[in-house]
Each structure stands twice: as C-alpha cells, then as structure tokens.
C-alpha cells in the first residue's frame, strides 16, 4: 500500500560523501516515523538512524555513524534523506528506508521498506 524508493547510493572513495533519498507514497507522510537502516552480505541488518513523525524534531544515530550522518526529511515531498560525510569501507552495505508508527531502533517496528540502494566504499 506505502511504497517507499530509495536512490542516490553508490561506489566512493573513503573519505567521500553521498546523499541518500527515499520517496514514499501516500498521504498523511508525516504520520510515520521514518528510519534508515543497513544490511552488508551475510551481516545482520543494522540501524542507521531514524526521524520522529509529524513535526517532533527528534532523532536518532547508531553510535557508529553519529556525526559523520545526518538525517533530514520533507513531510510536504514525502521524502526522507540520509547526508553521508566521511564515509569508511565498513560503511559498504545496502541502504534502506523505511517507515513505521514506532520511534525505535529495531527494524521489527518498521512495516515498510524500500528496495534498497547499494552504498559501496572502497578503501
């Protein structure tokens, strides 16, 4: 019913920076808590960050990107962006978004997902 699609990923250099953009369906955008998540090839998928729904300002980073990452989102263009700034090898993994009605770290809270988009960083 939500459709969610992600693009902006890519292979970078270490050191390099990317802007990841999901566009979800829809109305009422801004009813749905909006998150980021990773999954690298035989890794468990991992969270990233994620942003409150309607106007709460709060969010939230996995210690392991916290200020190098920073989300943002559009409730009026049903979008939600991930800035990616002194990117590492060990950040190479596939990025997805998606939403849900609970602020948590846990993908288990999200009902909806993109397709994902492959961030590759090389050394």
């Known amino acids: 019913q939500v459709q969610l699609v992600e693009s902006g990923g890519g292979l970078v250099q270490a050191g390099a920076s990317l802007r990841l953009s999901c566009v979800a369906s829809?109305?009422?955008?801004?009813?749905?808590?909006m998150g980021w998540f990773r999954q690298a090839p035989g890794k468990e998928r991992e969270f990233v960050s994620t942003?409150?729904?309607?106007?709460?300002?709060?969010?939230w980073y996995a210690d392991s990107v916290k200020g190098r990452f920073t989300i943002s989102r559009d409730n009026a263009r049903n979008s939600v962006y991930l800035q990616m700034n002194s990117l590492r090898p060990e950040d190479t993994a596939v990025y997805y978004c998606?939403?849900?009605?609970?602020?948590?770290?846990?993908?288990?809270?999200?009902?909806?997902w993109g397709q994902g988009t492959q961030v590759t960083v090389s050394s």
């Open positions: 998606a939403g849900g009605n609970t602020y948590s770290n846990s993908y288990r809270e999200y009902g909806y």
């Open positions: 829809g109305r009422t955008f801004g009813r749905y808590v």
């Open positions: 942003s409150a729904a309607w106007s709460d300002t709060s969010t």
